[in-house]
């Protein structure tokens, strides 16, 4: 078990820096009036916004845009018992600009499975917050 002790608040660009070396989190929203988790890969766009690829049908799209969510990853070592965890929290809003979509859709995350027809979720990153859980290999 960690001890409270050993957790180290991050700054925004330490968590930012932690973020961009993962390709797998979780985006938290509600689904039919209880919370949902759901794996998601994802990058992070030059502004720190979190960018999410899904397709059009998916419930994950009619559930978040509009509407304030939020996204966690993390890295854990269990050997060392040392890792992070960092969280952002913002509006997600579905990419519908048709010049950002193919910006997107040559350098944004590429879906889990081919998709003929991408649709791109971004999390504004409003709140960004992090913690070291101890010894974490890379930060200061």
Known sequence: MFQNDAFRALDRQECLRLLAKVPVGRVVYTKRALPAVLPVNFSLDTDASVLLCTS????????????????????????????????????????????????????????WRPLRHAVFVRIESEVVTGRDLGGTPGTP
């Open 56 to 111: 059009p049908d998916s419930d994950l799209v009619r559930a978040v845009d509009g509407v304030v969510v939020a996204f966690e990853a993390d890295e854990f070592d269990a050997a060392t018992r040392s890792g992070w965890s960092v969280v952002v929290t913002g509006r997600a809003a579905v990419v519908t600009d048709p010049a950002e979509h193919e910006r997107l859709r040559q350098a944004g995350p590429a879906p």
